[in-house]
């Protein structure tokens, strides 16, 4: 990647190891069950995480979506988040698709549901009322600031969703990211959940696909809905191959994305008409602030100009957001830094 291209880490191409690994990978029908990369995949995910079984999908959202299908029927209502990406990001795929009523709570700065809010919103035992079946949080949790959430605070979530034989549900995209930042394994970060989606794009370099987990029983009928929603893939062992890298190797580098990430925000503040706001993992956030010597469109197409792309955070004029990944060291960050001074300097 030539660009130098901070608006996210969905941006990131496969690696070279990536791109070789797809070119000679072993293949068969997945929807047999046959194609023997993708079977590697999904065990060398669920042994990762001390899951039972895992399942390769098309993207984080298509995992949501099967798992909450799975987990909760129509006419039954979730505890998610108001700010996760289940809720403002996917279609409303649970009420469109599955007939299944998300119950939104609100979420707190530093990304978590107060424990109060979730035993409040479970419902109780009334012919009047919806069942509550799924509780659902977000690590790292995205709309605030890629926050972290801890390995404890999940257990609690956990133990108060079993104590109501509800499932617990981890949308965990970037779920790496929480257990390098809280330098824990991923079965520790995730302890406790009945299922949990993450990434294998994004930081992780695959150019496709995410992983659903959980038990064997889950995932059989997560096989299913997967199906139905159009998910069965064929020779499917060319993406997944990058996906064993992506689990392999470039879990192993993320600390080098929050430790650019703390760099770049640290830099930031040397830089004029800048305000830094947060730092979490490998997300920054900043403030173009009104003295700045350019607008957010001119400082936006003049960083282009620069060869750094950045873009105002949606919804915001103001609010940047740059993400740091495998296709950013330590020289480009100065490099992006320099050019941000010059022009608004
Ligand atoms: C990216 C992301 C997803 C899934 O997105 P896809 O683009 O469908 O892979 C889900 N949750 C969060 C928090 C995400 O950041």
């Known amino acids: 990647m030539d660009v130098i291209d901070l608006r996210s880490d969905t941006v990131t191409h496969p690696t070279p190891e990536m791109r070789?690994?797809?070119?000679?990978?072993?293949v068969g029908d997945d929807v047999y069950g046959e194609d023997p990369t993708v079977n590697r995949l999904e065990a060398a995910a669920a042994e990762m995480f001390g899951m039972e079984a895992g399942l390769f999908v098309t993207s984080g959202t298509q995992g949501n979506l099967i798992a909450l299908l799975t987990h909760a029927p129509r006419g039954s209502e979730i505890i998610v988040g108001d700010k996760a990406h289940i809720v403002?990001?996917?279609?409303?795929g649970m009420a469109a698709l599955g007939g299944i009523m998300p119950r939104t709570l609100a979420v707190q700065e530093d990304g978590t549901l107060l424990l109060d809010d979730i035993e409040q919103a479970i419902r109780g035992d009334?012919?009047?009322?919806?069942r509550s079946r799924v509780i659902s949080i977000e690590n790292t949790?995205?709309?605030?600031?890629?926050?972290?959430?801890?390995?404890e605070y999940t257990r609690q979530v956990a133990e108060l969703a079993h104590q109501h034989q509800l499932k617990f549900h981890i949308d965990g995209a970037r779920i790496?990211?929480?257990?390098?930042?809280?330098?824990?394994?991923p079965a520790e970060i995730i302890a406790g959940?009945?299922?949990?989606?993450f990434c294998l794009s994004k930081g992780l370099c695959a150019p496709v696909g995410s992983i659903l987990l959980g038990s064997k029983e889950f995932i059989k009928e997560a096989h299913r809905v997967r199906k139905v929603l159009g998910g069965g893939m064929r020779q499917v062992g060319v993406l997944a191959a990058a996906g064993l890298i992506a689990l392999d190797k470039m879990t192993q580098r993320l600390a080098e994305d929050h430790l650019n990430a703390a760099y770049l925000s640290a830099q930031l503040r040397e830089v004029p008409g800048v305000k830094v706001m947060s730092q979490n993992t490998s997300f920054v956030?900043?403030?173009l602030e009104e003295e700045a010597r350019l607008s957010p469109v001119e400082f936006t197409r003049k960083m282009a100009e620069q060869n750094?792309?950045?873009?105002?955070?949606?919804?915001?004029?103001?609010?940047?957001?740059?993400?740091?990944?495998?296709?950013?060291?330590?020289?480009?960050?100065?490099?992006?830094?320099?050019?941000?001074?010059?022009?608004?300097g």
């Open 193 to 197: 959940a009945d299922s949990i989606t």
């Open 308 to 344: 750094v792309l950045l873009s105002p955070y949606p919804g915001y004029e103001r609010k940047f957001r740059a993400v740091l990944h495998y296709w950013i060291t330590r020289e480009r960050v100065d490099e992006a830094v320099a050019a941000m001074k010059t022009i608004l």
């Open 88 to 92: 403002l990001y996917e279609q409303a």
């Open 126 to 130: 009334n012919e009047h009322f919806p």
């Open 20 to 26: 070789t690994a797809m070119a000679t990978a072993t």
């Open 285 to 287: 956030f900043f403030w």
């Open 176 to 185: 790496f990211n929480a257990a390098t930042a809280y330098n824990v394994s």
């Open 141 to 151: 949790q995205g709309t605030v600031g890629a926050t972290p959430l801890s390995p």
